[in-house]
């Protein structure tokens, strides 16, 4: 939930070589224990990171297939938490249509290019709370904070769902 406390601090995982890989966030710092609501608002990537080493990558994999993410790698290790901080390439139809998906409340649907395109519904591959609950933290500025300054340029005067980051 977005509730739910994660933790945004140094962490260490071990690679397939043994090697230590230990993940930042963007700005080289962290904010300590925060709930999910201000993690994805911060867009924190060590959180992410977390979140995904508890929900798991094939199940996040097969969520992504869903939507219509085209291309994934089934290899077990071809992307490993590194998930969470966009090493899935994605085109931008792709992930319009992932963002589609949250505003239409979990429902699936294609894109529509023209308004007298029929658009048929797809499968629920969220529930309507979990994407409404995604949505309305994305949407808000206040959960934003601190990392994106107020008047900053995702700001809007009306709700406008935002979310930086890296994809390839």
């Known amino acids: 939930t977005p509730g739910t406390p994660l933790a945004d601090t140094p962490m260490e995982f071990q690679t397939e070589g043994g090697h230590a890989y230990l993940p930042e966030n963007i700005n080289h710092n962290f904010l300590g224990p925060m709930l999910v609501r201000s993690a994805l608002g911060n867009s924190r990537n060590i959180p992410a990171l977390r979140a995904l080493s508890e929900v798991g990558v094939e199940r996040t994999l097969r969520l992504f297939s869903a939507v219509g993410v085209q291309n ?77 300054v107020s008047g900053g340029p995702l700001d809007f005067d009306y709700a406008v769902a935002v979310k930086t980051g890296t994809s390839q």
């Open 72 to 148: 994934i790698s089934w290899d077990p290790d071809a992307y490993g938490l590194g998930l969470a901080l966009g090493n899935l390439p994605v085109t931008l139809r792709e992930l319009s249509t992932a963002y589609l998906m949250l505003a239409n409340g979990g429902q699936h649907k294609a894109l529509r290019f023209f308004t007298a395109d029929t658009v048929l519904a797809g499968p629920r591959l969220l529930g309507a709370t979990t994407a409404q609950l995604v949505t309305h933290i994305l949407a808000d500025p206040e959960a934003r904070r601190p990392a994106f």
